[in-house]
């Protein structure tokens, strides 16, 4: 039987249909994605996220741990509160996860994991701890909503704890701020303004009503996935997982590869990607005419096959269908996807599609 969040019934009375996605039960859409999509470009949408998983960290080895563990690199952050994001790699460099991870105090860090790579995360941070002083505690007492869109902060500012209700307003992007169990981020998956709130799960069920009365729209995993994908955000499964590594993944700006004596899993690996002229790369591709592209689709360099889509479809914003693909190095600037047994011609362009509710490349 598939996991509820605390705001499954929340999600019923709102007519949501609800599929399964990473073992849980999750609202898909409440009768419009592209409505639920245009509200977050627009003014504020609301999706519960309460499937992914909160991991507390702390102890006296746990920066050292964090800097060993992740090919992003902790030791950057000094500010409490300020975050980064990283992927988690196993020592042939492939992605077991993409991660968002909150430095707190030197010994104390917050980590946020994809909800279908939970359990294998947690077995692996386990497991990669040895004798270190490092305890991980999982938060399933947890809730999670992220309020996205340029409305966003103002609209849920009025509504949170005193001691944070002016820190909505002034985080810096990728900066989070604490009161109690309360944990407010300025982080999201939208490629919009926003944050992120995770609170005690016996206290959710208020907060989104009281946004419903302050306007903010609910939002499906739909329109999340339409959203990401405008932004140039990849998706674990799809985009990136254990048989890639983040240089094949449009991931290299999250490899942190100064100080050079800084040994994380994976890094022989990825430096050896990084000199090696025949490595893939992820790059996103605008079809040219009408058709939907999706994932596992061949893409086309005249007769010759150079890659293959990864996720795709389409775009609200720009009206088109878009899609990120694994490509090879050399694939220019034009080249076609095969769809339905036949080739359409598409252009090859760097993420991302939209950028603040407006289209960033050219149409």
Not at 83 to 98: E, F, K, T
Not at 173 to 187: I, K, Q, S, V
Not at 197 to 218: F, H, I, S
Request: charged letters at 20%.
């Amino acid at each position: 039987m598939a996991m509820r969040t605390a705001l499954y019934d929340a999600h019923l009375a709102l007519g949501a249909r609800m599929v399964p996605f990473g073992g849980w039960d999750m609202p898909l859409h409440y009768g419009s994605q592209i409505e639920e999509h245009q509200a977050v470009r627009r003014a504020a949408g609301m999706f519960d996220v309460s499937h992914m998983r909160v991991v507390d960290l702390s102890g006296r080895e746990v920066k050292p741990y964090l800097r060993g563990l992740l090919a992003n690199d902790v030791g950057r952050l000094h500010i409490p509160g300020k975050a980064l994001y990283s992927c988690m790699l196993n020592p042939q460099g492939g992605v077991i996860d993409d991660l968002i991870v909150y430095y707190l105090a030197d010994d104390r860090y917050r980590m946020v994991v994809n909800a279908a790579t939970a359990a294998g995360d947690l077995e692996w941070l386990r497991r990669q701890v040895g004798d270190q002083a490092v305890a991980i505690r999982p938060r399933p007492d947890l809730a999670m909503i992220a309020v996205q869109g340029p409305a966003a902060r103002a609209r849920i500012a009025p509504l949170l704890p005193a001691a944070l209700g002016g820190a909505a307003q002034g985080l810096a992007p990728f900066a989070a701020a604490e009161a109690g169990e309360w944990f407010l981020a300025r982080t999201g998956y939208t490629g919009e303004d926003g944050c992120e709130l995770m609170l005690p799960a016996a206290e959710v069920v208020p907060l989104w009503r009281a946004l419903l009365e302050a306007g903010v729209a609910p939002c499906g995993l739909g329109a999340r996935d339409t959203l990401r994908l405008e932004a140039g955000m990849n998706l674990y499964g799809a985009d990136m997982d254990e048989t890639t590594t983040p240089l094949e993944s449009g991931l290299g700006w999250t490899v942190a590869w100064e100080p050079i004596d800084r040994a994380f899993t994976g890094r022989e690996v990825l430096e050896a990607q990084r000199t090696d002229p025949l490595t893939r790369r992820l790059v996103g591709l605008l079809l040219s005419g009408p058709g939907v592209l999706r994932s596992h689709q061949k893409v086309l360099s005249g007769a010759c096959v150079v890659g293959e889509t990864t996720s795709g479809g389409f775009a609200p914003t720009l009206g088109r269908s878009i899609a990120f693909a694994r490509v090879a190095p050399d694939i220019g600037e034009e080249c076609a996807v095969e769809i339905r047994g036949k080739p359409l011609g598409a252009r090859v362009v760097k993420p991302p599609f939209v950028r603040q509710g407006k289209p960033c490349i050219a149409l």
